[in-house]
């Protein structure tokens, strides 16, 4: 009987880690309170609906000034390096998706999964139209903001 516990633990354990990567709510925080996880996340949704929207002055609400942001884009199944400055993300947000050329509705993805939140960093993922960006974000004078991107679109 004791030999069929673990497994069954193991199972259960695995399948919520699953289940919570489905949605766009903040998922778990090891630690930090709730307040932080949700701030921690309003970061992330500002981050991509800033690109959804054309509203550069979300990127201004989310983002460190002192960002970092490397991606690599599949440019007809090669990847290419993209690096891209805090200056070129806001003109970005206020041209990526002018006049909706991305086609982005309310059904465009947009999940978010909180992996950890301390009382001055925290880290996060973001599953949209683009590819997929991993955060790490700082707490500054009471205010979280993305500090550093990597990101790659989505793999063939």
Avoid at 12 to 17: D, N
Avoid at 36 to 55: F, N
Avoid at 63 to 74: A, H, M, Q, R
Avoid at 79 to 99: F, I, K
Wanted: glycine residues 6%; proline residues 4%; aromatic residues 12%.
């Amino acid at each position: 009987m004791r030999k069929n516990i673990l497994p069954a633990l193991y199972l259960f354990l695995a399948a919520g880690f699953l289940v919570t990567g489905l949605t766009s709510n903040p998922v778990f925080a090891q630690s930090g309170d709730a307040t932080d996880t949700d701030a921690v996340h309003a970061a992330v949704v500002d981050y991509v609906e800033a690109l959804y929207s054309a509203e550069p002055d979300r990127i201004a609400r989310s983002v460190s000034t002192d960002l970092v942001k490397f991606g690599w884009f599949n440019s007809d199944g090669t990847y290419v390096p993209a690096p891209m400055t805090y200056e070129q993300l806001v003109r970005l947000a206020g041209s990526w998706n002018r006049d909706n050329r991305q086609n982005i509705t309310d059904e465009t993805v947009r999940d978010i999964v909180i992996y950890d939140v301390l009382d001055k960093t925290a880290v996060a993922k973001l599953t949209a139209q683009w590819g997929i960006d991993y955060f790490q974000l700082e707490k500054i004078d009471g205010t979280w903001k993305i500090r550093h991107i990597l990101w790659q679109s989505h793999p063939d």
